[in-house]
């Protein structure tokens, strides 16, 4: 069990260095085939992002952490010499968390079949970051 367990830490942690590796220049020459290279000027750089989410919730200790993907895209405008303006918007990106147990219903039915199921709990957000630098 104790094998298992650090297997599965291994996992996840190789996962974690493989997506936490950004290579901005192959989203620019997709993008790039996509629209051409009218998007992106001297002042302003256009890309996708993408990566892993590992989201949970506090406060419940019976939840487990869920894994998602996350995918979306940027612009950078230069401002100035070393001034710039980023905006993104990850499209497609959940978090939530797993493993918690189910809670009655007061309906004899589905609580029967419920009764050994485990919950998993699932939001959709779009995230909007914004930075000035």
Do not use: C, W
């Given at each position: 069990m104790y094998l298992l367990v650090m297997a599965n830490k291994l996992k996840v942690f190789l996962l974690l260095i493989l997506f936490s590796i950004s290579i901005p220049a192959k989203a620019q020459i997709i993008i790039g085939l996509l629209f051409g290279e009218a998007l992106n000027t001297e002042k302003i750089e256009f890309g996708l992002t993408g990566g892993l989410n590992r989201?949970?919730?506090?406060?419940?200790?019976?939840?487990?952490?869920?894994?998602?993907?996350?995918?979306?895209?940027?612009?950078?405008?230069?401002l100035r010499e070393y001034s710039f303006f980023s905006m993104g918007v990850l499209v497609r990106?959940?978090?939530?968390?797993?493993?918690?147990?189910?809670?009655?219903?007061n309906d004899p039915g589905f609580d029967e079949v419920f009764k050994y199921g485990v919950l998993t709990t699932k939001v959709n957000y779009f995230y909007v970051p914004i930075k000035i630098t």
């Amino acid at each position: 069990m104790y094998l298992l367990v650090m297997a599965n830490k291994l996992k996840v942690f190789l996962l974690l260095i493989l997506f936490s590796i950004s290579i901005p220049a192959k989203a620019q020459i997709i993008i790039g085939l996509l629209f051409g290279e009218a998007l992106n000027t001297e002042k302003i750089e256009f890309g996708l992002t993408g990566g892993l989410n590992r989201s949970s919730f506090n406060g419940y200790n019976d939840s487990e952490a869920l894994n998602n993907f996350n995918l979306g895209f940027y612009f950078h405008i230069k401002l100035r010499e070393y001034s710039f303006f980023s905006m993104g918007v990850l499209v497609r990106s959940n978090v939530g968390a797993t493993g918690m147990p189910t809670y009655l219903l007061n309906d004899p039915g589905f609580d029967e079949v419920f009764k050994y199921g485990v919950l998993t709990t699932k939001v959709n957000y779009f995230y909007v970051p914004i930075k000035i630098t």
